[in-house]
């Protein structure tokens, strides 16, 4: 049930209009933020149904995550690169989730129980939002400061001067 509310809810961004190439890091910060705090709420309160609660919403943004990351890298790429980028940025995803994991839970690791996994990972989450946050807050401030072509004083079209 949860892996539907998650592929519904990736399914559902795409009938949204948003200008990604201007709000799309804004919004992974957003989501990593609320996922960091759906991870907090999960490690802090000890009601089971509120934990239930919390996974739900976490697996629903965390797909959410994966699809605007995805259409991010992919919106700038040549068809013949798909393959390469996303094997690449498969693989790095990979070897940074058994790093952790091996840090975090591995009793060769630090081997920590669930209460201070959770934290870490929150925190984890809680950093990947600050980073996109404040890349996205940079990218509209640019945006922002970018003169328009009616401010640079681009010659007006010459089809109204025929000659």
């Known amino acids: 049930w949860v892996c539907f509310a998650g592929a519904a809810t990736a399914y ?54 994966i699809t605007i990351a995805m259409y991010q ?31 975090v839970v591995d009793s060769r690791g630090l081997g920590l129980g669930i209460i201070p996994q959770f934290t870490i990972y929150a925190s984890y989450f809680s950093l990947i939002a600050v980073v996109f946050s404040l890349r996205g807050l940079f990218t509209i401030w640019r945006s922002d400061k970018e003169p328009t072509a009616a401010v640079r004083n681009d010659p007006p079209d010459c089809d109204e001067h025929k000659f």
């Open 12 to 65: 559902g961004i795409g009938f949204t209009e948003v200008r990604w190439d201007q709000w799309g890091e804004l919004a992974l910060g957003g989501f990593s933020g609320l996922g960091a705090a759906a991870l907090f709420l999960m490690t802090f309160i000890r009601n089971i149904w509120v934990c239930y609660a919390g996974y739900i919403v976490f697996k629903c943004l965390y797909m959410l995550l």
């Open 73 to 103: 890298i992919a919106a700038d790429l040549t068809m013949e690169r798909y393959a390469l980028v996303f094997g690449a940025n498969n693989f790095g995803a990979l070897a940074l989730q058994t790093i952790i994991t091996s840090v």
